[in-house]
């Protein structure tokens, strides 16, 4: 019991360490906080499991095509939404950032 509890504090307190790395990578290279980087991180989670469950895919595939679609809609967002808009003040880029955040995870709830 007690291994179990600190096996998953290892997991979680890592998933964190994960998550505060790249919006400190994404915030020296872009210069702005990028709010929509969780919502991209749970979009990677939600393709897993449901390629995991729904597809019946192998485990690790699932997990190789979550980071493909991730990385592609990573890039996509990059090229399409910020990009466009990197001539424009920084205010609104943590504008448009949030709100890119809120339609994922608006979308997420009609999956």
Same mark, same amino acid.
């Given at each position: 019991m007690?291994?179990?509890?600190?096996?998953?504090?290892?997991?979680?307190?890592?998933t964190?360490?994960?998550?505060?790395?790249?919006?400190?990578?994404?915030?020296?290279?872009?210069g702005?906080?990028?709010?929509?980087?969780? !919502?991209? #991180?749970?979009?990677?989670?939600?393709? $897993?499991?449901? *390629?995991?469950?729904?597809?019946? +895919?192998? /485990?690790?595939? !699932?997990? #190789?095509?979550?980071?493909?679609?991730? $990385?592609a809609? *990573?890039?996509?967002?990059?090229? +399409?939404? /910020?990009?466009?808009?990197?001539?424009?003040?920084?205010?609104?880029?943590?504008?448009? *950032?949030?709100?890119?955040?809120?339609?994922?995870?608006?979308?997420?709830?009609?999956?």
């Open positions: 007690a291994t179990m509890i600190i096996i998953n504090g290892l997991v979680l307190s890592l964190y360490f994960l998550v505060a790395s790249g919006l400190t990578i994404v915030f020296s290279i872009m702005i906080i990028n709010f929509a980087h969780g !919502s991209v #991180i749970m979009l990677g989670g939600m393709v $897993a499991y449901y *390629s995991f469950t729904f597809l019946g +895919l192998n /485990f690790y595939l !699932s997990l #190789i095509l979550a980071m493909a679609v991730t $990385a809609f *990573s890039l996509l967002l990059n090229k +399409l939404v /910020f990009n466009y808009f990197k001539n424009i003040a920084k205010i609104y880029w943590i504008k448009y *950032s949030f709100n890119i955040m809120k339609t994922i995870i608006t979308l997420s709830y009609d999956i």
